[in-house]
């Protein structure tokens, strides 16, 4: 099976600007997680989603979304940017309760 | 809410030999399971071992192993026989039970050198 995919891998915005990043699971996974990595901060769980509704949301600002298609991909929306934004943000969708992650997107925010 | 902790930023174990690295967690549930994730400099984040809180037998995949003391909230990961591939930085996540999700919560990180 393929694994998880992110894209982009690289991304450099600049504040105030929004970002789309994208995630594609393991064919058959239902459960699609975001996790924030920052050298500060370490990993910092964003939401999850399961059959397109949110599950669990993370304590970030409503600037934060996401979203789920019926083909369990997933997306994740930030609006507004700011330099504390910059970070490698991973996808993982979920089996049996273990993540299986994504390479990640990195975002510069300039 | 719930908390990983792990006190080692960083350690060193010189080939072929055998390194502990340490976890504890806190948390009031009584279902809920452990997992080690490892992240090479590649940056892909992958699965090392899991344990489920309810198995009182301490899970083993080839090389790792983990000690698993639940009444202590710890649970620390034995690497044997290191290579040079197991250089890497060491997760280790707390999810609860089946009910409400996969939220997972990670501790800060080992950094694991090898030392050819």
């Known amino acids: 099976k393929a694994g998880v995919t992110q894209t982009p891998r690289y991304l450099i915005k600049t504040r105030g600007q929004q970002v789309t990043l994208s995630c594609s699971p393991i064919s058959g996974h239902r459960s699609v997680s975001w996790y924030q990595q920052t050298p500060g901060q370490g990993l910092q769980f964003l939401f999850e989603y399961f059959s397109e509704t949110q599950r669990n949301k993370g304590n970030f600002p409503g600037r934060f979304s996401g979203r789920q298609f019926s083909n369990s991909r997933s997306e994740m929306n930030v609006s507004t940017l700011e330099l504390g934004d910059s970070a490698l943000y991973l996808c993982a969708s979920s089996f049996s309760g273990s993540l299986f992650f994504g390479p990640g997107t990195r975002l510069t925010v300039l | ?116």
């Open chain 2, 1 to 116: 809410a719930q908390t990983v902790t792990q006190s080692q930023p960083e350690m060193s174990v010189q080939e072929a030999e055998t390194v502990t690295l340490s976890c504890t967690y806190d948390t009031s549930e009584s279902d809920y399971y452990l997992f080690w994730y490892k992240q090479p400099p590649s940056r892909q984040m992958i699965l090392v071992i899991r344990q489920e809180a309810y198995k009182q037998q301490n899970a083993t995949e080839n090389r790792f192993s983990v000690n698993f003391q639940k009444a202590a909230k710890s649970f620390s990961l034995k690497i044997s026989d290191s290579q040079l591939g197991d250089a890497a930085m060491y997760f280790c996540a707390y999810r609860r039970g089946n009910t409400g999700g996969f939220k997972t919560i990670f501790g800060a990180g080992t950094r694991l050198f090898v030392k050819a």
